[in-house]
């Protein structure tokens, strides 16, 4: 048997649709094998008080909060996963490592690039262990094909593309929220709500561009407010950036695309990596699916069926099929493990640094959408 697992006590700030979820994973926790870390949900906080009341059945949250520094002044919270618009992260992460709790950040950690790099920055000078949100990495399908992609089979790559796809958004009648806005959700749009699902694992390994040029798109200007009268939109909806990336020392392209207006696609995560020698597809439409292919006289792509195959050994038979459930517990189980120094190889979130580089992506494509030009990053 493996031995007990430690102890970390965990606070949620912001308790809407990704801090429930949290919740949930660690309600759950029991189900994996090998996880050395164990998390325990001990205090919750969110400015709406009502939006409280759900964790109240969490047997373990001794702490209901509507000012996030009354949380973080409690000392039985080791880390806290901070889920708010994109305009409080950089107050609320200063807050949390400055009042030396580890963070597991919500992406796209800080509304722009400026702001990621002072908490970056802070991080570093406070020693605190810090990580972003991705969790579409932790599927088997993906993590076989970044496994497939660094390994050096690909050959010399051809083209590589990574994308993330939202349909929701083509109703004009969905009234708009806080991510239609770039008072609150940054002037990068659309980016900064889904760019490093699709940024996480080329940065991983190693490709990330020298140059860009953006096509983004603002497509439904107006909403309904949802008190009878209608509100400006003016972030970008959709984004597609044609990227060089530099690979043994030839220019590759890569796509990176990010659309909240992408019809028939309901969070769809993609990745493909074509080389002369070997090439690997993998998207959550079809999420037992690894599409692969060799280079031989002819050339076909070869379906193979998944199972259960998570860097974290869990109770789920291996015939059976992951879930959103299982990955944010696979990514938790990462973030908790990497942080105790018992990641062991398996792969992890992603860092500042990632984080960073992702924003650095999204300020050249600004400016290339601006000048209609090609950015050096």
């Known amino acids: ?18 801090g429930r979820e949290v919740a949930s994973a660690f309600g759950r926790w029991f189900a994996l094998l090998d996880s050395p870390v164990r998390p ?43 889920a708010v618009p994109h305009d409080r992260h950089e107050a609320i992460y200063m807050d ?5 709790k580890d963070l597991l950040a919500e992406k796209p950690f800080g509304i722009d ?22 969790e579409f990495p932790f599927l088997p399908g993906a993590q076989r094909a970044f496994q497939i992609a660094a390994s050096g089979e690909l050959g010399r790559i051809i083209e590589i593309r990574a994308a ?44 990330k561009p020298s140059k860009l040029h953006a096509s983004l798109q603002k497509i439904h200007r107006f909403r309904p407010d949802g008190r009878g009268g209608t509100v400006a939109c003016d ?54 699916t690894l599409c692969t292919y060799r280079r031989d006289k002819e050339q076909s792509w070869q379906r193979t ?12 038979g291996g015939i059976f099929e992951p879930g959103f459930p299982d990955i944010l517990m696979q990514m938790w189980a990462a973030f908790l493990a990497e942080r105790a120094g018992l990641l062991g190889g398996r792969f992890g979130c992603a860092p500042p640094d990632e984080a960073v580089s992702q924003h650095e992506l999204w300020a050249g494509a600004l400016v290339s959408q601006r000048d209609q030009s090609v950015v050096s990053i």
């Open 40 to 82: 325990e949900l001990t205090a919750v906080c969110d400015v709406n008080a009502a939006a409280l009341d759900w964790f109240r059945q969490v047997p373990t949250v001794r702490h209901f909060d509507i000012d996030h520094r009354a949380l973080l002044a409690r000392e039985d919270v080791d880390v806290v996963y901070v």
């Open 113 to 134: 690039l400026a702001a990621a790099c002072r908490v970056r920055a802070e991080a570093a000078r406070l020693g605190r262990f810090v990580r972003v949100s991705s």
């Open 96 to 100: 949390a490592l400055r009042a030396g």
């Open 164 to 207: 993330f796809l939202h349909s929701s958004d083509l109703d004009p009648a969905k009234p708009a929220n806080w991510k239609r806005q770039n008072i609150h959700c940054g002037e990068a749009g659309v980016m900064n709500d889904l760019g490093l699902h699709v940024a996480h694992v080329p940065l991983r390994l190693g490709w």
């Open 305 to 316: 069926d998944l199972g259960f195959e998570m860097p974290f050994k869990a109770i789920t």
């Open 1 to 18: 048997m493996s031995p007990p697992a430690a102890n970390v006590r965990v606070g949620v700030i912001g308790a809407g649709l990704m």
């Open 235 to 288: 972030t970008w909806d959709n984004a597609v950036l044609h990227t060089t990336v530099d690979i043994g020392g030839e220019p590759v392209p890569m796509t990176l695309e990010m659309k909240r207006l992408a019809p028939t696609e309901t969070n769809t995560w993609i990745f493909e990596a074509l080389g002369t020698d070997r090439g690997v597809r993998f998207s959550t439409k079809e999420p037992k």
